[in-house]
């Protein structure tokens, strides 16, 4: 893909592997919207993309609160005509067994690694579809768990594993859905583990030695991102450059529809009811 003049939304990319891929997709003359909660490190990453000739913006906000995700969906808007690419890769990671919740009373991860991206996304999906061919990458894992529609937000028999891997299924659920919501419209979206146990401070902060390098989920990313061969392709997953399998449930159209209901509900972005559902 030539990406001279692409504009380029990536979350959580004043750090670890997102900040490789803003590095390299500003390199290759894209204009990249970098995002993270830190602004002395959004700044210094926006340095580095102009250092080597590129052009990058920063914007601000934490995705454990579903209104800044709103306002990030509007600066985005504010700042450009056209979205060709939206990463979702910011990330909570598996580190803690302390239950948390996010600025809404959502359990921490499930809203942070699944919610602000799904509501991002559909923020975002007008800018998406007006500047078509685009495309959408959702950094996901291969630690996956069936999400537990029950408990969803897993008040019962707690871990940060659990919850990471149930937050990160929820993302490829909501990837195979999009697909098809999204068939003839040009907006492709694809989603990917990347690499396992990247050197990243999310890994180590969950006492992890690393295994891989950042550089290498990086090629990962770019591929969904900008490769020619997923021109047009959609609702896939990827293990790093190969294209897998995802858990079961990814593929049970019942479980697809019942998260998008749900989500769309604790967004509020859920229909109104009709006078005949109310009664």
């Given at each position: 893909?030539?990406?001279?003049?692409?504009?380029?939304?990536?979350?959580?990319?004043?750090?670890?592997?997102?900040?490789?891929?803003?590095?390299?997709?500003?390199?290759?003359?894209?204009?990249?919207?970098?995002?993270?909660?830190?602004?002395?490190?959004?700044k210094a990453?926006?340095?580095?993309?102009?250092?080597?000739?590129?052009k990058?913006?920063?914007?601000?906000?934490?995705?454990?609160?579903?209104?800044?995700?709103?306002r990030?969906?509007?600066?985005?808007?504010?700042?450009?005509?056209?979205?060709?690419?939206?990463?979702?890769?910011?990330?909570?990671?598996?580190?803690g067994?302390?239950?948390?919740?996010?600025?809404?009373?959502y359990?921490?991860?499930?809203?942070?690694?699944?919610?602000?991206?799904?509501?991002?996304?559909?923020?975002?999906?007008?800018?998406?579809?007006?500047?078509?061919?685009?495309?959408?990458?959702?950094?996901?894992?291969?630690?996956?768990?069936?999400?537990?529609?029950d408990?969803?937000?897993?008040?019962?028999?707690?871990?940060?594993?659990?919850?990471?891997?149930?937050?990160?299924?929820?993302?490829?659920?909501?990837?195979?859905?999009?697909?098809?919501?999204l068939?003839?419209?040009?907006?492709?979206?694809?989603?990917?583990?990347?690499?396992?146990y990247?050197?990243?401070?999310?890994?180590?902060?969950?006492?992890?030695?690393?295994?891989?390098?950042?550089?290498?989920?990086?090629?990962?990313?770019?591929?969904?991102?900008?490769?020619s061969?997923?021109?047009?392709?959609?609702?896939?997953?990827?293990?790093?450059?190969?294209?897998?399998?995802?858990?079961?449930?990814?593929?049970?159209?019942?479980?697809?529809?019942?998260?998008?209901?749900?989500?769309?509900?604790?967004?509020?972005?859920?229909?109104?009811?009709s006078k005949?559902?109310?009664?």
């Amino acid at each position: 893909m030539e990406l001279k003049d692409k504009t380029i939304l990536i979350t959580g990319s004043t750090d670890g592997v997102g900040r490789v891929v803003a590095q390299r997709l500003g390199a290759a003359g894209a204009r990249v919207l970098v995002h993270g909660r830190d602004a002395t490190r959004g700044k210094a990453v926006i340095a580095d993309i102009e250092a080597a000739g590129g052009k990058a913006e920063f914007l601000a906000a934490d995705l454990a609160s579903l209104a800044q995700v709103r306002r990030l969906a509007e600066a985005v808007r504010g700042s450009t005509t056209r979205l060709d690419i939206l990463i979702n890769n910011a990330g909570v990671g598996t580190a803690g067994d302390k239950r948390q919740t996010s600025a809404d009373g959502y359990e921490l991860r499930f809203a942070v690694n699944y919610l602000a991206g799904f509501l991002l996304t559909s923020e975002l999906l007008p800018l998406l579809k007006a500047s078509a061919p685009a495309r959408i990458v959702n950094v996901a894992s291969a630690g996956q768990q069936a999400i537990d529609f029950d408990d969803v937000m897993l008040t019962r028999g707690y871990s940060g594993v659990r919850a990471y891997c149930q937050s990160k299924l929820a993302q490829i659920l909501f990837t195979v859905d999009l697909a098809e919501q999204l068939e003839g419209s040009g907006v492709t979206v694809n989603a990917l583990h990347p690499a396992s146990y990247m050197n990243t401070t999310m890994v180590r902060q969950a006492g992890v030695t690393p295994w891989s390098s950042v550089e290498t989920g990086a090629e990962a990313i770019l591929n969904l991102a900008t490769s020619s061969a997923l021109e047009g392709r959609s609702g896939l997953y990827f293990d790093g450059l190969r294209e897998s399998r995802a858990d079961a449930q990814a593929y049970d159209a019942r479980a697809r529809q019942q998260l998008r209901s749900l989500s769309l509900d604790l967004v509020g972005l859920a229909s109104p009811k009709s006078k005949e559902e109310q009664s």
